[in-house]
């Protein structure tokens, strides 16, 4: 069973007790963006086998949004962290680097 | 290859079973092959046996990660139907439904395909709303469905709880020849039936990179060395996105975990597929006796094959109200597959930005049932170079463009 922090009120939370809301710091595109924007906000998400970024809900907790940092081919966690950035903190991309050497990176 | 036949079973019967052949060859890969398809799941293994058995092309490899149906072709709760809403996909579940109904005969191998029928229950207005409109829409393609009253889904389904608390049945979607078949048969069948062509299919043999030059493959790197092909096929469901990032491509399509469970087995109590995707829940009882089981899939990003478990209490808690005789069973196995979902719960086969090079994805949580139309639309796609009617409408570009062939709406839930 999945456990994740909920970096607001310090929950160790299961998963029953969150919501999952797929990839995290999407760039919305709207009317005026090209075609390829649009496309790749809409449905080209990243779905990589390994460091995932993604959104999840307290939802019976405090009900508020937060983001992990966490392996989709081990399910290993490397950290939460509050929703209001743009980019993944630097604290949790030194954790992943410390477990995962090869990895090329957030992009 | 010696057929299978019932003087066959006679005379091995007299023989201690010692004149068997191997159903297939496993044989070192060739520098070269005209066609590569990567993924020997049912999709990939029927791409290979229309490519020779419609268009000719016989030097072929079919290259497996791990064992030929051991992705979600053997992990999947055979239901096969072909009552959906979208023209362009009634045409290509119906081409592949029926394709089912003389696979045995054509592929020599018995895959146990079973039209018992599929019933699809309406338990809200909604759905009642959404299933008439499915039946007029199947009418028109030609797919025989009819919109039955509760009545009808209790002489099919005794066992069936019609008016439960929560969701009353209000009625249901019956096609009468839908219904199952022996998923490992349908792999081995067309395995079997690939290598007596001469096709080679290479197991336990990862692709690891896809080596092209000016727009166009010239092979694939492998945990066995670099095999050389004229056209690439990749039909690797779940691990569609990583193929097609090595190709240098990306698709609109994200993998999450699918469960199945089934219980011990008891005597006959079921004779048809039951859906329940309100709920979200679906079952059927197979020849074994066991009680096959699925839902709906887990919300995140996931490549273990291992879902979470309270989707599973989720389901069964839908059965039990649906049919509260299987409240006391006890649940024997319970397995998961990684599924590829694209955003309009439709496939993917297509065409790709590399000139020789073709896809088929996206099958989700429903392509048992699709093996046989999807290979043979896949086979026409790669052979000619151009889909032909019923791939047209399946191109990874219809996303950018909104040309969408909605099917989530019909099909909320799995299979
Ligand atoms: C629990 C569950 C229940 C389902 N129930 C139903 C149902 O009732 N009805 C229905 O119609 N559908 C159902 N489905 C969906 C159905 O199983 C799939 O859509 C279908 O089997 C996909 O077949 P495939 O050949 O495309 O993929 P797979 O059978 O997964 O084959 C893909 C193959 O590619 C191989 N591969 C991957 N990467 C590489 C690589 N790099 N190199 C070499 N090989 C590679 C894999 O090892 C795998 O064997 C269900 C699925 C699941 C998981
Ligand atoms: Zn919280």
Redesign the pocket.
């Known amino acids: 069973m999945l456990l994740l922090e909920c970096p607001y009120c310090g929950v160790k939370a299961e998963e029953t007790e969150l919501s999952p809301g797929y990839e995290a710091h999407l760039k919305r595109f709207g009317p005026g963006s090209t075609d390829e924007e649009f496309e790749a906000y809409m449905f080209a998400r990243k779905n990589p086998k390994g460091v995932h970024f993604e959104r999840w809900r307290h939802s019976y907790g405090c009900g508020k949004w937060f983001l992990a940092a966490r392996c989709t081919a081990t399910l290993e966690v490397f950290g939460t962290y509050p929703a209001q950035v743009g980019e993944p903190p630097a604290d949790i991309i030194e954790k992943i680097k410390a477990r995962r050497p090869d990895w090329k990176g957030y992009k | 290859m010696k057929r299978y036949s019932v003087f066959a079973i006679a005379r091995e019967a007299l023989r201690h079973h010692t004149g068997w052949q191997r159903a297939w060859t496993s044989p070192a890969p060739k520098r070269d092959y005209d066609a590569i398809i990567?993924?020997?799941?049912?999709?990939?293994l029927a791409t290979a046996y229309y490519l020779g058995k419609n268009h000719g092309i016989r030097n072929v490899a079919i290259?497996?990660?791990?064992w030929?149906?051991?992705?979600?072709?053997?992990?999947?709760?055979?239901?096969?139907r072909s009552n959906y809403l979208q023209d362009s996909s009634a045409a290509i579940y119906e081409k592949s439904r029926s394709l089912y109904e003389t696979l045995s005969q054509d592929l020599n191998y018995n895959v146990m395909f079973s039209p018992r029928g599929v019933m699809m229950l309406a338990q809200t207005h909604h759905e009642v709303r959404g299933y008439q409109r499915t039946a007029h829409a199947n009418a028109l393609q030609g797919v025989q469905t009819e919109f039955i009253t509760p009545q009808r889904v209790k002489e099919l389904c005794p066992i069936l709880n019609i008016d439960g608390p929560r969701y009353p049945v209000l009625g249901a979607l019956w096609q009468a020849r839908g219904g199952t078949g022996r998923h490992d048969a349908v792999a081995w069948g067309y395995a079997r039936a690939c290598s007596e062509m001469g096709m080679d299919i290479i197991q336990q043999?990862?692709?690891?990179g896809v080596r092209s030059e000016n727009g166009k493959v010239t092979g694939v790197e492998?945990t066995k060395g670099f095999i050389g092909c004229k056209k690439l096929g990749i039909?690797?469901?779940?691990?569609s996105g990583?193929?097609a990032e090595m190709a240098g491509f990306r698709l609109p399509v994200e993998a999450v975990a699918?469960?199945?469970l089934v219980s011990e087995p008891i005597k006959p109590c079921m004779d048809i597929v039951v859906m329940a995707n309100t709920v979200h829940g679906y079952m059927s009882q197979s020849d074994k006796g066991e009680m096959v089981i699925?839902g709906g899939t887990d919300g995140f990003n996931n490549y273990t094959q291992r879902g979470s478990f309270h989707h599973i209490e989720e389901t069964l808690r839908a059965l039990i109200e649906t049919f509260p005789i299987i409240s006391r069973l006890k649940m024997l196995r319970q397995?998961?597959?990684?599924?590829d979902m694209t955003g309009d719960r439709s496939p993917i086969i297509s065409k790709t930005p590399l000139g020789n090079c073709f896809i088929?994805?996206g099958?989700?949580?429903?392509?048992?049932?699709?093996?046989p139309g999807s290979g043979w639309a896949m086979a026409e796609l790669m052979a000619k170079g151009e889909p032909g009617p019923l791939a047209a409408e399946f191109d990874m570009w219809r996303f950018k463009e909104g040309r969408f062939i909605d099917e989530s709406v019909a099909a909320g839930v799995?299979?």
């Open positions: 990567v993924g020997a799941g049912g999709h990939g290259i497996e990660k791990g030929l149906g051991g992705g979600n072709t053997g992990r999947n709760t055979t239901i096969i043999c990862e692709v690891k492998t039909v690797v469901a779940g691990h990583q193929v699918l469960q199945a699925g397995w998961g597959g990684i599924v088929n994805c099958w989700g949580t429903g392509g048992f049932k699709a093996i799995a299979h």
